[in-house]
């Protein structure tokens, strides 16, 4: 018999895979012109020519037995280097290529850190609502149970009162993702450090793992502040999937605050949890792209120009909306309260839209609009019947 934890993981599709999973259908038997998908966080712009060129000379000039070959378990001297030196100079810190290991995308990252913290079954896990709903997945996996800590639209900013209260003695980890998918919501320095103060004060070690692959999406105010400038327990778990339209090469990094009182002893876990889970070399070929692309983003403003074109159409409608501020997904109140139904109703136009329940909080539809421009436009008079639809004409 397999196992059942995993076989229920298996048969049950996420809310976001199962509704793009029904759009490429739907296309097929309609057109994809006729589908107006918001389903996905899959980049939708080209990536940078940078880092083309440097795929390019690599297969050209490099020895393709290295290329293609494995890398040290931590990953590629070279490339965490080049990290190391890009984080120093953007962030005024002190890194090492020791303090990073280099993996197969965020998702690895996550699943890595989790493994080396959660010591015993029933060790929690906090995240605050909305969440990416694969954190559960990931904490449960790991042994750990998952706490949520509600905030409070619009901002969605996490609640250090609320965090203060859903701390126990079994609390090993809190999970903070900014900015924030599915919301689009960016914490500022006030809300983290608020945050750390909490941790700080909470009487036993707690690590803060930092998920931010939407580190240089934001539209509005500040980049997210760095967290292992305010806190020694902190993970920082990164994505280049995002910021370089390369999410289908599953490359990132983990970063272990070399601050942190048991630095040697949470490295190593992470290492070892990367040899328990399989995950002992990311792509190589990627690893040796790394040092050319510090820096070097894909053209972010079109999601900018995106999310104020589909905010501007979807409030001019009637609907209400979260002002996205980072990321690329637009967050919108289903009309009635009742997000699966919403999301039901939006399919009879072609539209969409990802229900909320599954990020943890009831009554809001997420679009993620790393789409082109032109299916946005395409789809505004299925938003338009939408919303006579929902007003009831």
Known sequence: MANKRMLEAGNKKSAIRELYSYGLERAEEIGKDNVFDYSLGNPNVPPPKELTAELERLLKEEDSVALHGYTPSIG????????????????????????????????????????????????????????????????????????VVPTE??????????????????????????????????????????VCEVLEKCGHPVWLLSDEPYRDL????????????????????????????????????????????????????VIGAARALGYVCAPTLWQRVLPAVQGVTSDLSVYRENGKLLYDKLTSLGFSCVRPRGAFYLFVKAPGGD???????????????????????????????CVKRSMIERSFTAFEKLALCKAGN
């Open 153 to 194: 639209a619009p901002e969605f900013a996490p609640d250090a009162d609320a965090l203060a209260k859903a701390i126990t003695p079994r609390t090993k980890v809190v999970i903070l993702n900014n900015p924030n998918n599915p919301t689009g919501a960016v914490y500022s320095e006030k809300d983290v450090k608020r």
């Open 76 to 147: 590629d001297t070279g490339a965490r280097a080049s990290i190391a030196g890009y984080l120093n100079r953007t962030y005024g810190l002190t890194l090492t290529r020791h303090d990073f290991v280099l993996t197969c995308g965020a998702a690895a990252g996550l699943a890595m850190a989790l493994h080396a913290l959660v010591e015993e079954p029933g060790d929690e896990v906090v995240v605050f609502a909305p969440f990416f709903p694969e954190y559960r997945l990931f904490a449960e996996q790991a042994g750990g149970k998952l706490v």
């Open 339 to 369: 997000a699966r139904a919403f999301s039901e109703l939006a399919k009879r136009f072609e539209l969409l839209l990802v229900p909320s329940d599954s990020f943890g909080v009831p009554g809001y539809v997420r679009l993620a609009y």
């Open 218 to 269: 934001v539209f509005e105010g500040d980049k997210p502040p760095f967290l292992t400038k305010y806190y020694a327990r902190t993970l920082v778990c990164f994505s280049y999937s995002k910021v370089l339209s390369i999410p289908g090469e599953r490359i990132g990094y983990l970063l272990v605050n070399p601050a942190m009182p048991e630095r040697d002893e949470v490295l190593a876990a």
